[in-house]
């Protein structure tokens, strides 16, 4: 007589409140050209995380229709794909402390990037999503979306970074 394995459910992988404020605290104010994007965290989760940018002038990349620039799509984009990553190697090693696993960020890089503009960057908030596709011993592949206040997909990309 063979025995059947039972399958378990595992249950979902929950950040501790320090490592969601550590991961907003690098992402927002250790990495200073995220400040100049004008970067947010919204949320963090192992399989998705959302950010958000305020339009200001600064950001403008046609003036007569005060749309956003597109290598401020391109690299805020980036920085949410690396967030994601971040994310994914957090819930991939919880058996560790909040401390341990804000190190295994420091060989994070972007490797590869591919964005795709599809519609103009026109309005005054736009909300960024991303998430690991794949989270390999070396290299991370992430998908991102960067979104109108309609919630309307404006641009999406691709990226592939080392985490090793």
Not at 119 to 146: D, H, K, N, Y
Request: include cysteine; aromatic fraction near 6%; charge should be positive.
């Amino acid at each position: 007589m063979t025995r059947s394995k039972k399958t378990e459910a595992t249950a979902p992988v929950v950040f501790e409140p320090e490592f969601v404020a550590a991961l907003a605290d690098i992402f927002e104010q250790r990495i200073v050209f995220n400040q100049v994007l004008g970067l947010k965290v919204v949320n963090v989760r192992p399989e998705q995380v959302v950010g958000r940018i305020t339009m200001r002038p600064d950001l403008v990349g046609h003036y007569a229709y005060n749309r956003i620039h597109g290598g401020v799509i391109s690299a805020s984009l980036d920085a949410m794909g690396g967030l994601a990553v971040m994310a994914a190697i957090g819930a991939r090693h919880m058996d560790e402390s909040v401390e341990h696993r804000l190190h295994r960020f420091a060989k994070l890089g972007t490797i590869d990037l591919r964005i795709d503009y599809l519609r103009p960057g026109i309005g005054e908030v736009f909300e960024l999503r991303a998430e690991v596709m794949r989270l390999g011993s070396r290299v991370a592949s992430t998908r991102m979306e960067f979104l109108g206040a309609d919630g309307k997909l404006l641009s999406c990309g691709s990226g592939a970074y080392i985490v090793s």
